[in-house]
């Protein structure tokens, strides 16, 4: 097979592996309704001049599956960890017992459920417009190429299978959430 060619198939494929990699990522910050240290992920804090992941200024865990917990390295944090938890707007209230702050996780409603299902079914779908557009840009590298119409048709039929493999994927993990969400 023509190197170019190789490298077309090889980088569409990582960049489908990509938007899939991003469809989880973007899953973690749906809530499901049990507590997760991910549902505290994109906090920031300010520590010493310098924006912060939480992450990396706390230990966040789970003690059970309605509550988390925000222990600061430093008890000169709380203050600032806690106003930036409000700050990030995720629909928490957390409360600072002087050592830690404590945040319940809500139950969720069977609207808001209906809302995170949709939510996460937009996320899919971006996930697959990403994965069509990979497509659509290697079957637009490989008519650039001096290759054979054999080579061409059969590296077309290969991302058409690559896409196909992605879009599935994207629909069993798209399952999976939604049922973690409806499930009370």
């Known amino acids: 097979m023509n190197e170019e060619l190789k490298f077309i198939l090889d980088s ?5 592996g990509n938007s899939i990699k991003h469809l989880e990522k ?3 910050n ?3 309704g049990k507590a997760s240290p991910a549902m505290l992920g ?3 804090v300010e520590y010493y001049g310098s924006q912060t992941p939480l ?12 509550t988390i917990s925000v222990q600061p390295w430093e008890k000169s ?22 050592e830690s702050i404590i945040i319940n996780v809500p139950a969720l409603t069977e609207e ?20 069509r557009n990979h497509r659509r840009e290697a079957l637009h590298e490989i008519k650039k190429l001096d290759v054979s119409e054999d080579l061409e048709s059969n590296a ?16 069993d993990i798209f399952s999976i959430k939604e049922k973690e969400i409806m499930t009370v």
């Open 12 to 16: 569409t494929r990582e960049e489908m």
């Open 26 to 28: 973007e899953y973690l």
């Open 30 to 32: 749906i809530r499901a």
């Open 42 to 44: 994109s906090v920031m």
């Open 55 to 66: 992450s990396q200024v706390a230990n966040v865990n789970t003690p059970d599956g309605r």
């Open 77 to 98: 944090m709380l203050q600032e960890i806690e106003r930036a938890i409000l700050i990030a707007n995720l629909g928490f209230n957390p409360m600072n017992n002087g």
């Open 112 to 131: 808001r459920r209906a809302q995170l299902a949709k939510q996460a079914k937009s996320e899919a779908e971006d996930a697959k417009v990403g994965v």
């Open 156 to 171: 077309e039929i290969d991302i058409q299978d690559m896409t196909d493999k992605h879009i599935k994927k994207i629909d």
